[in-house]
């Protein structure tokens, strides 16, 4: 790779061989850190629920341990008490998995800690890939700067597990602290 960028530097007769040499080492070294470093960042998006209601979640795509691609939304809801729940919903690709419902989330810290979500679409789902987990009461009980392994049966004897990488908890738990 270093003597393609030297050549393609070589043929331009404005630049000395030294000055050539010198680019193609900074190109190589800025590519080799973009592709090395993790991204640690936090986003949190928003959306307009109803015209001057705006709403913030955590969205991302994860896939499962088969390869298949996962949207995981966590979101803030208020209940009638005007209390806020937290809501974890999966959406697998429609077709390819469906969750067995009634069934519970079980998350699974990296220091052995298991906590359980209940099905939130136990009676009815909208759609069979489609799970929702209530963690209002476990969300600010989940460990910052770890990832998590997520679990809860599918159909057909399959299971979900899902790994939470610590960026994503860090949305979580930035989610959780923005809404308070």
Known sequence: MFDRLTNLFSQSKTLNP??????AITLILIVSWLNF???ATAL???????????????QD????????????LLFPENNQN???????R?????????????????????QGKVFTATDAYAQSA?????????????????PGKQSLKLSVPLQDNQELA?????????????????IK
């Open 126 to 142: 909208p759609a069979p890939n489609v799970g929702q987990y209530d963690l209002t009461s476990i969300i600010s009980q989940l």
């Open 44 to 58: 949190l998006r928003q959306h307009h629920e109803t015209p001057g209601v705006l709403r913030y979640h955590a």
């Open 61 to 72: 795509s994860l896939k499962d341990r088969n390869g298949n691609t996962w949207q995981v």
């Open 162 to 178: 899902l790994k939470i990488p610590s960026e994503v908890l860090t949305e979580w738990l930035l989610l959780a602290q923005e």
């Open 18 to 23: 030294w000055l050539n040499r010198l680019v």
């Open 37 to 39: 470093c993790s991204s």
């Open 82 to 88: 005007e209390q806020t729940n937290y809501y974890l």
């Open 90 to 110: 999966l959406v697998g690709f429609p077709g390819v998995n469906s969750f067995k419902h009634p069934h519970s989330l079980e998350i699974l810290t990296s």
